[in-house]
């Protein structure tokens, strides 16, 4: 999921689904509460631990550090793939995505008129979002708050990814910088700005996942397909070894949704 979120058009939701563990994932940060840091500020531990004891911090903890890691040690390096081998690396996303959304499809069982609306909505908005140049340039601390809480709510959506609305909003590069340079108040900053994201948006996720499952999963498919554009535009060169590595991509895709089960 680390690696995928530095990727623009590549989502860390979307790996947290075909490894089976994104309803998991959703329903654990959900339980999240702004009340454990208020609780832990006004030393009531008693409080904080009642709290505490309600997150899946066995799921969670292991998977935050593996993230973090992965993003600390692979930055550099897949911004280097995009770089030097873009047409490859992209077109190997491509397929690990389009084999995410065939792999969802069986979770919408039947399609309705309904479920389709839900499909066109998401496609409608990863599309047109993949079709947006860079918004903003400013850098400062506020906007970089913001960023790091819109980044993260994308990062938690299957198709639309938490890097792509960074480069949308001017601060992909800034960020990649920051964390090379390892600049701690513009860390700490997107950090904060993340986790009010997290804890907000994935209550809403949560909601309807357990609600209306088969509208949100049309939904998200729609994102999936849509968000395919921000990769064909990336395919410029050498297409039939783009095509052999975009096949390699669906077949892992295929192996890991097998193998999670």
């Known amino acids: 999921m680390g690696i995928a979120d530095v990727i623009p058009g590549v989502s860390g939701g979307t790996i947290a689904f075909i490894t089976g563990i994104y309803h998991r994932l959703i329903h654990a940060i959900s339980h999240i509460k702004l009340e454990l840091l208020t609780s832990l500020l006004k030393l009531d531990f008693k409080r904080f631990k009642s709290l505490l004891s309600k997150v899946d911090l066995k799921f969670l903890i292991p998977l935050a550090i593996g993230i973090l890691i992965s ?120 950090i904060l700005g993340a986790i009010i994201g997290l804890i907000t948006f994935s209550k809403i996720i949560d909601y309807f996942i357990e609600n209306h499952k088969y509208f949100t999963f049309a939904f998200l498919i729609g994102l999936m397909i849509g968000s395919l554009k921000v990769l064909l535009k990336n395919i410029q060169s050498n297409y039939f070894l783009s095509a052999i590595f975009a096949i390699i991509g669906f077949i892992i895709v295929i192996g890991i949704n097998k193998y999670s089960k």
């Open 71 to 190: 993003i600390l040690t692979f930055a550099r390096l897949i911004t280097s793939l995009m770089s030097n081998y873009p047409s490859f690396t992209f077109a190997f996303f491509f397929g690990l995505i389009l084999a995410s959304a065939l792999i969802m499809k069986k979770e919408v069982k039947k399609i309705n008129f309904e479920k389709s609306l839900f499909f066109i909505f998401g496609f409608l908005i990863a599309y047109l979002l993949s079709s947006t140049t860079s918004l903003f340039s400013t850098h400062s601390l506020p906007f970089i708050l913001i960023a790091g809480s819109l980044a993260i709510c994308a990062m938690l959506l299957p198709g639309i990814s938490g890097a792509f609305i960074l480069l949308l909003l001017g601060q992909y590069q800034y960020i990649l910088q920051a964390l090379h340079e390892f600049n701690l108040k513009v860390i700490l900053t997107f």
